[in-house]
């Protein structure tokens, strides 16, 4: 039999709220390829480039382990399902480090 290879199987997003919210707009982090499940291209094709930005208007899971978003590229038209790990915030909210500095940055010093 046959066993299925998953990233990491400890992870479940799915545990956590989405990453990414309905019509947050995001940026892709690398260039994203048809893997033969977007209709009406060919495999390979270019779907979306390294840094197009689109909004999130699905979300959806994977293998009960993972949460899939739905993201509409206004450049192309194309609506692409993409993990979080592929994806980042525009206004950077996502990003955990920017949400430590607000919080560790100081409230400035008046004299």
Not at 60 to 78: A, C, D, K, S, W
Request: proline share 4%; with cysteine; charged share 35%.
């Amino acid at each position: 039999m046959t066993s299925i290879s998953r990233e990491d199987p400890s992870v479940c997003e799915l545990n956590e709220p989405p990453r990414f919210l309905y019509g947050q707009r995001v940026r892709t982090k690398r260039t994203i390829r048809n893997d033969g499940t977007f209709c009406g291209k060919d495999v390979g094709d270019v779907l979306a480039k390294k840094g197009e930005e689109g909004y999130v208007c699905n979300i959806g899971t994977f293998l009960q382990q993972y949460y899939i978003f739905g993201v509409e590229f206004m450049l192309t038209g194309n609506k692409v399902g993409m993990k979080a790990k592929e994806l980042e915030a525009v206004d950077g909210d996502d990003d955990d480090d920017s949400k430590k500095k607000k919080k560790a940055a100081p409230k400035g010093d008046e004299e």
